[in-house]
Structure formats: structure tokens, C-alpha cells
């Protein structure tokens, strides 16, 4: 009893304008979710599901979401490494276009990828000609997920390189270890929970691109068609029972990922 009072003395007193804007912000997050919830056709939700169109959408989002993080991994951890550790002019400028993305607006990166990429764009005539054809095929998808997602896995594995106890580092050092040994046998291993949790972020929020693909790859059904867009076309159709279903879909997904990372992985950020 006498602990129990204690906890109530030290609980710090929530004013009452305070709490209500907390709760009304809450709502903000709440209230559309509960909506989907609310019209969603549990009845229906597995016909539409095993629909031969749905799978194919869900496939192709797996795959390219899946590529465009290993991408990200192979690419991203020795740039976010290089702007932790190394000092070199312009890096406030590297780091602000590398962050980019995560505030431009999706189709404008779309565009900026297909003036870039596209059969006549500043490098994409080249690639043209050499024969590698990303716009409007499952590669420019890939691409543009890569684009719009890779930010995520950068900011974090960045922050862990700058956080990490480079003492273990130095003393592999002296030991004769190589610089490349004491990267992967050292540097990884300590920042292994936040490499996995940026590329789990990175993966989400691939699956969960639009703006860039439907811009750069395109809309194509059982090609470029992943499912954020089938989602989207469904709604257009006017078929609002597949788009509530999917779009649950890709919720499920997303709150699983922020659930599962919040207690094991988002505690290392």
C-alpha cells in the first residue's frame, strides 16, 4: 500500500490541456485506422486473397522489396559507414541528397529517376544501348524502391557506426588484424542490431512504395503492378472490398515489422 503511494507521489501530474492534445493526436493515428478495420469484408478477405491477380501483385511486391534491401545493404552500410567515419568536404551535402528522398515527394522522385534512368536520360541512354531497360519493367521497380527506401537503412546503420566503441576496433588493430577483417569481424557484429533493424525498415517501406514506381516502372498487371498499385487500381474500379482487404494487408505487415522492432532491435538506434 505504502509503494503503491509512493508511485503516485513521484508519477509526474499530466495537465489537462496537455493530455487532451495528447489524446486528440492519438485519435489523428486512430480514427482512420479503426475506420479500416471497421469496413474491412472479413467475410470475403481469403476469396480475395487467393484472386490469381492478388498473389501475383503480392509475389512481385515481395520480390522487388527483397531486392531493392539487398541493394540497399550491399550499397548503403559502406556509404553510411564512410559518412560516420570519414571527413571529406561536402559531406553535409552528401548526407542532405542521400536523406532526400525521405521527404521528396515519391512521384516527383519517379520523375527524377525516369529523367535519370529513362531510355533518354543523362545515364539511361547509355544503359539503353548497352541493353539494360529499366523503366516500365521490374527492374525500374526495384530501382525505385531502392531510391525511396534506402535513406532509412543509411540513417540507422549511420547512427550505430558513429555510436560504436571504436576501442575494440583499434585493439583488433594492433593485433595485426586487417582493416577489412576488423570491419566484418568487429564493426558489423557491434552494430548488428541496427543494420537489421534499418534493413527491416528498408524492406517495409519498399513494400510499401507507390508514387516512385507508378512513376518510373509503371502499372503493368503481372510485370511492374505490385501491390500498394493494385491496391490503388481496385479503388479506382470502384471494387472497394479488394482494396480494403489488401490495404490490410499491407498493414498487418507494417505494424508487425514497428512491433517486432521496438523491444530487441529499435532500443540499439
Not at 139 to 160: H, K, Q, R
Amino acid at each position: 500500500m505504502k509503494t503503491r503511494r509512493r508511485a503516485d507521489a513521484t508519477r509526474p501530474r499530466v495537465p489537462v490541456v496537455v493530455a487532451g492534445g495528447a489524446a486528440l493526436g492519438a485519435l489523428i493515428f486512430v480514427v482512420p485506422l479503426a475506420g479500416l478495420l471497421w469496413r474491412a469484408p472479413w467475410s470475403s478477405a481469403w476469396s480475395v486473397l487467393s484472386r490469381r491477380d492478388a498473389l501475383t501483385a503480392l509475389r512481385l511486391s515481395l520480390e522487388t522489396s527483397i531486392a531493392a534491401t539487398a541493394i540497399a545493404v550491399v550499397f548503403g552500410v559502406p556509404l553510411a559507414w564512410v559518412q560516420a567515419r570519414v571527413a571529406y568536404p561536402g559531406r553535409s551535402i552528401v548526407r542532405a541528397l542521400t536523406l532526400l528522398p525521405m521527404v521528396l515527394p515519391p512521384v516527383v522522385g519517379g520523375i527524377a529517376l525516369l529523367l535519370a534512368l529513362g531510355k533518354r536520360g543523362l545515364v539511361g541512354q547509355y544503359l539503353d544501348r548497352a541493353g539494360v531497360h529499366l523503366p516500365f519493367h521490374v527492374g525500374g521497380a526495384v530501382v525505385a524502391e531502392t531510391f525511396v527506401a534506402m535513406p532509412f537503412l543509411v540513417l540507422t546503420v549511420e547512427a550505430a557506426f558513429r555510436s560504436a566503441d571504436r576501442r575494440f576496433e583499434d585493439a583488433a588493430r594492433t593485433l595485426g588484424a586487417s582493416r577489412l577483417n576488423v570491419f566484418r569481424r568487429v564493426t558489423l557484429p557491434m552494430i548488428r542490431p541496427s543494420l537489421v533493424a534499418g534493413a527491416v525498415l528498408c524492406w517495409a517501406r519498399a513494400l510499401g512504395e507507390f508514387g516512385a514506381t507508378i512513376t518510373f516502372a509503371g502499372n503493368t498487371p503481372g510485370k511492374t503492378q505490385t501491390l500498394p498499385l493494385f491496391v490503388y487500381v481496385r479503388l479506382e474500379e470502384g471494387s472497394i472490398e479488394p482494396a480494403i482487404v489488401l490495404s490490410l494487408v499491407l498493414l498487418v505487415i507494417s505494424l508487425s515489422v514497428l512491433v517486432s522492432l521496438r523491444d530487441r532491435w529499435l532500443s540499439a538506434l
